[in-house]
């Protein structure tokens, strides 16, 4: 596609419901990241995938959030037991070069508006 | 880890330039990244500059960097009311960009 796509755009949901937010990255791009960012501040690593292999995790709160992209293109994120802390902007962002190389450029979608409730 | 700092607020006069300053602590990285956000929209890539570099110029934007100091700028020549956004500047570390909390411009006739 033209760009980096998300969706949804919103989501509402009730606190210790399931959620999954899918991006659909740039066509031929090789790495796909996610980040979560709050009200007024950056965004904040959360984990990247070269390919369908997902490289680093490290960014991830906690073991109720997960993601995978098993054929190396659509990724979705999955955060189970939604809590309120939860509620953040999520973004996506693909690369045409793999992570860990020099000049990575991302490009990021809009991004997936969660509230829980 | 990196930690990459700015100021939050930045009021200018149309037409006149903007400058939007930004501090890191990772010398390490390659890449020095600008990234604007405007409401309902994705981040926008702006430009970014190599580590090896002082300066980089592109139309209205120039960056400046200064390694010794690690401080980044991003200057907004003839401002406009449409560079009216949130802009970030992150560096690349290893794998992944490290945002700055972003400085809000606000442009007024």
């Known amino acids: 596609g033209a760009g980096v796509s998300q969706s949804p755009r919103y989501k509402v949901t009730k606190r210790g419901q399931d959620v999954a937010l899918r991006c659909d990255p740039i066509?031929?791009?090789?790495?796909l990241y996610w980040y979560r960012q709050a009200l007024g501040q950056g965004p904040e690593f959360l984990t990247y995938f070269n390919y369908e292999a997902q490289q680093d995790k490290s960014g991830l709160p906690n073991d109720r959030f997960s993601a995978e992209r098993p054929e190396g293109s659509i990724s979705t994120l999955t955060i189970q037991r939604t809590e309120q802390r939860d509620s953040a902007m999520y973004r996506c962002a693909s690369s045409l070069k793999l992570a860990g190389k020099a000049k990575n450029i991302q490009y990021f979608g809009a991004g997936t508006r969660l509230s829980v409730l | 880890g990196e930690d990459v700092e700015q100021s939050l607020f930045l009021s200018v006069r149309e037409g006149d330039s903007s400058v939007i300053n930004c501090t890191y602590t990772?010398?390490?990285?390659?890449?020095l990244y600008w990234y604007k956000q405007e409401p309902g929209a994705g981040l926008q890539l702006l430009t970014y500059?190599?580590?090896?570099?002082d300066m980089k110029q592109d139309q209205r934007l120039t960056v400046l960097l200064n390694k010794k100091d690690k401080h980044l700028s991003l200057r907004i020549a003839d401002t406009q009311t449409g560079d009216s956004a949130i802009y970030f500047c992150a560096g690349y570390n290893t794998d992944k960009l490290i945002f700055g909390t972003g400085t809000r411009l606000q442009v007024f006739p």
């Open positions: 066509s031929g791009h090789v790495s």
């Open positions: 990772d010398s390490s990285s390659t890449y």
């Open positions: 500059i190599f580590s090896n570099m």
